[in-house]
């Protein structure tokens, strides 16, 4: 299916013309019957002679209702711009082409109607000079008449010479409907319908509502007059929702695939029409079927900030226009830059937020966007838009690789310098270096431990080359020297505590593996392990405590929990009657 709005002056024929080109009735309402005048939007479809169906979206042409009109034609790819013969170009016709321009319509047709009562040269040439300096640049004309059907086979065949040239939509795309129309039908529910873009839609699907993110289920679904299962873009679909209100949902609002989508009150655009320091304070951004007021901030000569009055289900790169109701005009077109822009709080920082925005298109760019947020959650990108090929460096985080690097040699420093200003500490709690770092989340100073720095217990110690304080570090080596030649020989409670040695000054260095510690204040010098491994396998084996105590020249104060060490770490085996045997280096 291809989906074609309408545009042109009220009173132009467009309603008459898709009457004419599908035999259906396109004005839904008996009070635009009565008047031969489209209010809202109206709806119809025909298949093509080359093949295809195209539906059509009939848009009202009074200035009145030019946001109707705008709920219409904002998510169709494609317009049929419709000028009468006896009249020719109108302010509707250049508001509503102003509209496709700003939108980034670059499909169409025109069709001169009223062929019959007039010359359609004139309005012809008039129209098509107009179209020729917007985005849809040189369209194929033709003049009809929808009262004699002269021009109508032609138009059908330009019609399908025009859909031709359509890109293809991405029918794996994440859903985004944006809702045109809400109502209720009896037995059935809460029904909406919109033009699907993007994306494919199954009975059964899970999607949410824009509005509040709550979970809707779709109970069915109709395209073109029938009940599908499924329905692919692009599309004019009505989708049946199951357990969800009428009135929870309007025109405007969108069904959205859950999780994809950013819904966003603040984004950075730039402007093409109106000089951005011209701007209102106030004006109405369209984009989809929403129309939304919006607070204007002027960034730089074609950037602006824009506050919205409630959160639209915004992408990078969407096009949307600014229009001011007060004066019927429209603004021009915005490309949105940044769905989740940073707070502007300092004295130039709206300068300074123009010159990053200067370099932006509104195209996704996984590397500009982590250089400019150094860190943040893939799904946040995913759904601003952005495809994420990057690996994460914790959990679902991504870094920009350069403040990643800036990060890890901050986190030495730090590391160190608490190391310092608390000595007999086990190291920086990872809290502590969360807040140094001005980091979102624990799990990324975890993953910044590289060596010489290890993490335990939550803490994150440094390289123990220079981590003991000095009077620790002129203790243990007055231990050195004392028991150099009496390795296994350990000082007693009252001689720690003359060299200085208290609980948590051993514990300072028992990490930085200064000293071995065996027990409660029974310590020995770090390589006394091996040194009692080579002692005891020149024992005959096995060998007794009494034994080894003899062999290695020390207490059982020593000896038990020295033994029992070897035997934790693999170094020797204690037998059933506690004598022991040497059977390997220790682990």
């Known amino acids: 299916m291809y989906v074609v709005a309408t545009a042109g002056h009220v009173d132009h024929g467009k309603s008459t013309l898709v009457r004419a080109l599908t035999g259906m009735e396109p004005d839904r309402w008996a009070e635009e019957r009565r008047r031969g005048m489209t209010i809202d939007l109206g709806f119809a479809w025909t298949a093509l002679p080359t093949g295809g169906t195209v539906a059509f979206v009939d848009v009202p042409g009074h200035e009145r209702f030019v946001p109707n009109m705008l709920a219409g034609v904002g998510p169709v790819p494609a317009a049929l711009i419709v000028v009468a013969a006896d009249e020719g170009w109108m302010p509707q016709s250049a508001e509503h082409l102003a509209a496709l321009h700003a939108l980034g319509v670059s499909y169409g047709l025109l069709v001169v109607t009223r062929a019959d009562l007039g ?24 003049a009809v008449s929808g009262v004699t059907g002269a021009g109508l086979p032609e138009l059908c065949a330009a019609l399908g010479r025009l859909v031709a040239r359509l890109p293809a939509a991405d029918v794996d795309a994440p859903v985004r409907l944006w809702v045109d129309r809400s109502f209720t ?61 009428k009135d929870r949902l309007a025109r405007g609002d969108a069904l959205l695939t859950p999780g994809r989508f950013h819904r966003t009150d603040l984004l950075d655009v730039r402007l093409a029409g109106d000089p951005a320091a011209d701007l209102p304070a106030t004006l109405t951004l369209h984009v989809g079927a929403a129309a939304v007021p919006a607070r204007v901030r002027p960034l730089g000569a074609d950037t602006v900030r824009l506050r919205l009055a409630r959160p639209l289900p915004l992408l990078l790169g969407d096009r949307a226009l600014l229009r001011d109701p007060g004066r019927h005009h429209v603004v021009g077109g915005v490309t949105v830059l940044d769905v989740d822009p940073p707070p502007l709080r300092r004295r130039g920082a709206a300068i300074a937020r123009a010159a990053v925005l200067a370099d932006l298109d509104g ?132 001689r720690l505590v003359t060299l200085g040695l208290g609980p948590r000054e051993i514990g300072a260095a028992v990490r930085a593996g200064a000293l071995l510690r065996l027990a409660e204040n029974v310590v020995l010098l770090p390589g006394a392990v091996d040194d009692a491994v080579r002692v005891l396998a020149r024992l005959p084996q096995p060998f007794t405590l009494s034994a080894a105590r003899q062999a290695l020249g020390t207490t059982r104060r020593v000896a038990v929990p020295l033994l029992e060490l070897l035997d934790r770490r693999g170094a020797t085996r204690r037998l059933p009657d506690d004598a022991r045997e040497v059977v390997g280096p220790p682990a």
Not at 123 to 138: D, M, P
Not at 195 to 211: K, M, P, S, Y
Not at 220 to 235: E, F, S
């Open 119 to 142: 010359d359609p040269g004139p309005a012809l040439a008039h129209a098509r000079a107009e179209i020729a300096a917007t985005s849809l640049g040189e369209v194929e004309a033709l």
């Open 185 to 245: 039908i009896r037995g059935s529910g809460t029904v909406v319908t919109g033009t699907l873009g993007g994306g494919r839609l199954r009975v059964g699907d899970e999607l949410e509502l824009a509005g509040t993110g709550e979970p809707v289920r779709v109970r069915g679904l109709h395209c073109l007059g029938a009940a599908q299962d499924r329905v692919a873009a692009v599309a004019r679909v009505a989708v049946n929702l199951r357990g969800i209100a």
């Open 363 to 494: 195209r996704p760019d996984l590397a500009g966007e982590l250089r400019r947020r150094v860190l943040v959650r893939a799904g946040a990108l995913t759904r601003m838009g952005i495809g994420v090929t990057a690996t994460a460096v914790a959990g679902d985080w991504l870094a920009d690789p350069e403040h990643w690097r800036r990060l890890g040699a901050r986190l030495v420093e730090e590391t160190t310098r608490y190391a310092r200003a608390h000595p007999l500490e086990p190291g920086v709690p990872v809290e502590v270096l969360r807040q140094r770092l001005d980091l979102p989340d624990r799990a990324l100073v975890e993953a910044l431990v590289r060596p010489p720095l290890a993490l335990r217990a939550g803490r994150v110690t440094a390289s123990p080359a220079d981590m003991l304080p000095e009077q620790v570090a002129r203790a243990v080596h007055r231990v050195r020297a004392e028991y150099a030649d009496h390795p296994f020989r350990a000082p007693d409670t009252d």
